[in-house]
């Protein structure tokens, strides 16, 4: 019995000692991790000063942590912040990007708590992971800001967005604006692999402004779920969509840049311009050319660029003060035929 128990203690150290030896591994790896996405961030500075330009010293470390890395929203609000930040000795870095591993947000959130970053600027959700590494983060002295997507049950310092339940407003003003009495159908395209609880903000807004206001229409509101993990999977999803629909929708509503521009594409392909309203999403060059030649009917316009400004200036308040404010609830504005020649002029005048 004895010699069993003794065989049954050295296997079990010899267990405890593998998994300690795993563990250990883990967090080497994670701090090379770590230390090289910072030395990325500060080479990064090195190389821009040596192009003429005079290099930079900066007094704190800002990271934007989102779920996309590559739609045209981030890298705006990143400018926005990027710019904000060099005016008040803060570099803003879009963490995880230009490396050969794609990271979850969960992942680089534990690498900014393990880099002490000054401040992080986070596309939340509701998850209970997320809401637990923003409280961890908090605990340790770095401020969170959510951006766009909140989790108000964490102790994230501020949330700086839209508002979607105005943003579902503005979007049923539209639809009840473009509706008659012959108008039967709006089909919202939501994406599959956002978080629902903001979707469906979004949704109760569209469905009480139509309630509310649009209560002379007698329209039928349907949902569709879209994989926009990528642009192609959009594209493919949204034109089989409408290829096998019996009849199309009087108006179809995109509530993000990716299913705007896969409409967009897919009527132009499909010859159904004109067929059907298209309520879109963000301004870029592409949206405000479908715009000004009627292909798509209106589209959101949010100043991106302030949100990143507005980030930066909350994680400064609260780091400077100990206080700021919980919510930054941008306007939301929408562009149509009437007014889309501004936002170009605007919009080819920032490219020079």
Known sequence: MRRREQEKNRAGRRSRGVFMAATALLGILIAFHVVGLISA???MERITG???????DFDRHYVLITQETNESVWKEVLSGG???GRETGAYVEWYGQNLDVDYSREELMRMAIAARVDGIILEADEGDELRELIDEAVENEIPVVTVLSDCYKS???SYVGTGNYNLGREYGRQIIKVSTKETKK????????ADDSNQNIVINGIRETLANEGNHLRLELELAAI??????GADEAIRDMLVNMEELPDIIVCLNEKNTLSVYQAAVDYNIVGKMDILGYYTSDTILQAVDKGILTFSIAIDFEKIGITCVDALNEYLNTGYVSDYFVMEVNTVNRTNVKEYLKNASENQK
């Not at 040596?50 to 930079?56: A, D, H, M, T």
């Not at 994989?227 to 192609?232: C, G, N, R, V």
Request: proline share 0%.
């Open 41 to 43: 961030s500060m080479h």
């Open 82 to 84: 990027s710019s904000r």
């Open 50 to 56: 040596q192009g003429g330009i005079e290099y930079e």
């Open 155 to 157: 102790s994230r310092q």
């Open 227 to 232: 994989d926009s993990a990528s642009s192609f």
């Open 186 to 193: 709006a089909l919202v395209l939501m994406d599959s692999k």
